[in-house]
Nanobody
Framework: QVQLVESGGGLVQAGGSLRLSCAASGSIFSINTMGWFRRAPGKQRELVATITSGGGTNYDDSVKGRFTISRNNAKNTVYLEMNSLKSEDTAVYYC??????????WGQGTQVTVSS
């Protein structure tokens, strides 16, 4: 089993930047894909970005060109650099990972609030 702990959320003005971090512990040898999802008030959870163990990335269209996902396999940590933030980026952001056996693990979430 994998435990995920996020950090880096907070309040920022529109146009600003934040960097989220997520540290994995436990059965880290089994991790393949890591990533971030978010849930805005009144909406369903949605994919933000994912990154495979080989560095392949995938982004939702709404964040392309503004967000960058990266990963440090030595530190078992995934990052989300968020630039040019908009009010519609306000959400709880959840770290995610999938093992080679397709078992999903989730962090507790970190709040990102963008003020306009």
């Amino acid at each position: 089993q994998v435990q995920l702990v996020e950090s880096g959320g907070g309040l920022v003005q529109a146009g600003g930047s934040l960097r989220l971090s997520c540290a994995a512990s436990g059965s880290i040898f089994s991790i393949n894909t890591m990533g971030w999802f978010r849930r805005a008030p009144g909406k369903q959870r949605e994919l933000v970005a994912t990154i495979t163990s080989g560095g392949g990335t995938n982004y939702d269209d709404s964040v392309k060109g503004r967000f960058t996902i990266s990963r440090n396999n030595a530190k078992n940590t995934v990052y989300l650099e968020m630039n040019s933030l908009k009010s519609e980026d306000t959400a709880v952001y959840y770290c995610y990972c999938r093992s080679a056996s397709h078992y999903d693990s989730w962090g507790q979430g970190t709040q990102v609030t963008v003020s306009s």
